[in-house]
């Protein structure tokens, strides 16, 4: 059974940052390719941000550039979004996904398995 945990969200003012992360369990971690999405209150979910199994390529939708990165520790079946520069349209519940494949970025990522969601209020 495949699960997605994730943590490290929270109440952080505007400007400040926070670290989310998302243990994996029950898929071979370093097989997948691995992103960040979320969902504000009334909207769609968005991709936010995609790595490839390897780590060596990423993908960023444009309101986060230059203020998210995505990285990941295969050896800890982990994937990390470091969130700097906080704004309050920040604020949503952001997913943990991994894609049932390798590659995959950005529109071609193709999730399979999602996570429970942790909230980020950001107060202005």
């Known amino acids: 059974q495949v699960q997605l945990v994730e943590s490290g969200g929270g109440l952080v003012q505007a400007g400040g940052s926070l670290r989310l992360s998302c243990a994996a369990s029950?898929?071979?971690?370093?097989?997948?390719?691995v992103g960040w999405f979320r969902q504000a209150s009334g909207k769609n979910r968005e991709s936010v941000a995609t790595?490839?199994?390897?780590?060596?390529?990423?993908y960023y939708t444009d309101s986060v550039k230059g203020r998210f990165t995505i990285s990941r520790d295969n050896a800890k079946n982990t994937v990390y979004l470091q969130m700097n520069s906080l704004k309050a349209e920040d604020t949503a519940v952001y997913y943990c996904?991994?894609?049932?494949?390798?590659?995959?970025?950005?529109?071609?990522?193709?999730?399979?398995?999602w996570g429970q969601g942790t909230q980020v209020t950001v107060s202005s």
């Open positions: 790595i490839t199994w390897s780590g060596t390529s990423t």
């Open positions: 996904a991994a894609a049932a494949d390798m590659g995959g970025l950005g529109p071609n990522f193709r999730p399979s398995y």
């Open positions: 029950g898929l071979t971690f370093w097989r997948h390719a």
